[in-house]
């Protein structure tokens, strides 16, 4: 199983940038999927958690509002809309996957989720 993550990049603040996440060798029909970041310096940070059908959907405090998740179920890839991007939004972004659906307390934990994409950097300049 792989997961590739893309999109990333140097935007302005108040921008918006959109990531993706392929999925190749299974497609974690009724599993979980998530979205996490570090930034520079800190430990990685969950940002969003959903279903493959997208509900229920689950986003941190701090991008509630200006993110949203959406997907291709043709070409296995789930997308992150980051908009009204902050500095504080600078950050490498991985998707990582689980076959399971993994339960409401564990979503926001890194080790509900076996597999992991690279990462695609977003710097968001001020």
């Not at 339960?103 to 934990?109: E, G, K, N, V």
Request: net charge positive; glycine share 10%; proline share 3%.
């Amino acid at each position: 199983v792989q997961l590739q993550a893309s999109g990333g990049g140097l935007v302005q603040t108040g921008a918006s940038l959109r990531l993706s996440c392929t999925a190749a060798g299974r497609t974690f029909g009724t599993g979980t999927m998530g979205w996490f970041r570090q930034a520079p310096g800190k430990e990685r940070e969950f940002v969003v958690g959903f279903r493959r059908s997208l509900s229920p959907t689950y986003y941190s405090d701090s991008v509630k509002g200006r993110f949203t998740i959406s997907r291709d179920s043709a070409k296995n890839t789930v997308f992150l809309h980051m908009n009204n991007l902050k500095p504080e939004d600078t950050a490498v972004y991985y998707c990582a996957a689980s076959e399971r659906q993994i339960i409401l307390s564990q979503i926001r934990s890194e080790s509900s989720y076996p597999y992991w994409g690279q990462g695609t950097l977003v710097t968001v300049s001020s």
